[in-house]
């Protein structure tokens, strides 16, 4: 048990061996794999500046950045963006048994670890957003806000499933440090006498830091411990991967 909690140095001497597919017999990338990767990029990219365009019409177009939701897609796009490019390298130019110069290595290993920070946002904003800030009923679902608040968390599940990207439990402190860095944000920005778009003193009703303080404290601590079980459950769900793939 204690191996799952341990935290450990994201390495390995040949990162390049997890830039592929999980789904397939034999070490070198498949074009079908590089195709997926090419498609989903262009998906969040495409997306994203779509939302971009959109936001650009607002009269407040700069409270964009305030927004977590904002963080986590353009984040997890930056993630897969990098990691398209990285694969389609190593399809090309690298054999399955060379070791990565070592600024390929470093390029490898940053890519790995913001696929473990970004992802783990990523289902985190979506388990939060649908379960807390969404009225359902009530609210009325366009595109964006499907494909800021649900297709990265979606992304995030389906790609670690498909990929042969490993998920150790000793990596945990990977993920906090996004979620950490926003709750200070989001504080510092109140405390500076920052408004959302509606111009109400917080940014969301549920992070509302002096109509109930101790609600948003509560909240702040419960999502740290949320955050660390989402990437457990990313360990789980690589464990359930590579189960299935050996039989």
């Not at 390995?12 to 789904?23: A, L």
């Not at 990207?165 to 993920?175: E, K, L, M, Y």
């Not at 101790?214 to 949320?226: C, E, K, N, P, T």
Request: aromatic share 18%; net charge neutral; glycine share 6%.
């Amino acid at each position: 048990m204690l191996h799952l909690i341990r935290p450990k140095r994201l390495s390995h001497p040949f990162p390049h061996i997890h830039f592929k597919q999980k789904w397939h017999s034999g070490d070198r990338i498949k074009l079908w794999y590089i195709i997926y990767q090419l498609i989903c990029c262009g998906f969040l990219l495409g997306n994203i500046i779509y939302t971009w365009v959109d936001e650009s019409y607002s009269q407040q177009s700069w409270k964009y950045v305030i927004y977590l939701t904002s963080w986590g897609i353009c984040t997890i796009t930056f993630a897969v963006t990098v990691e398209t490019i990285l694969t389609l390298y190593i399809y090309i130019m690298v054999s399955r048994a060379d070791k990565p110069s070592d600024a390929l290595n470093r390029m490898l290993h940053i890519s790995w670890g913001i696929s473990h920070a970004t992802y783990s946002a990523a289902l985190f904003i979506s388990i939060l957003f649908w379960s807390l800030l969404f009225n359902w009923g009530e609210e009325k679902l366009s595109w964006i806000n499907f494909f800021v608040h649900g297709s990265q968390g979606i992304y995030s599940l389906l790609d670690q499933f498909i990929s042969a990207r490993p998920w150790d439990g000793g990596h945990w402190w990977i993920s906090l440090p996004l979620p950490i860095v926003y709750l200070t944000f989001n504080l510092i920005y109140y405390a500076a006498g920052g408004t959302d778009k509606l111009g109400n003193d917080f940014i969301y009703p549920v992070l509302d830091w002096s109509g109930d303080p101790g609600y948003a404290i509560g909240l702040s601590v419960g999502a740290v411990f949320i955050m660390l079980a989402v990437h457990y459950f990313f360990v789980f769900l690589t464990w359930l991967r590579d189960r299935i793939h050996s039989r």
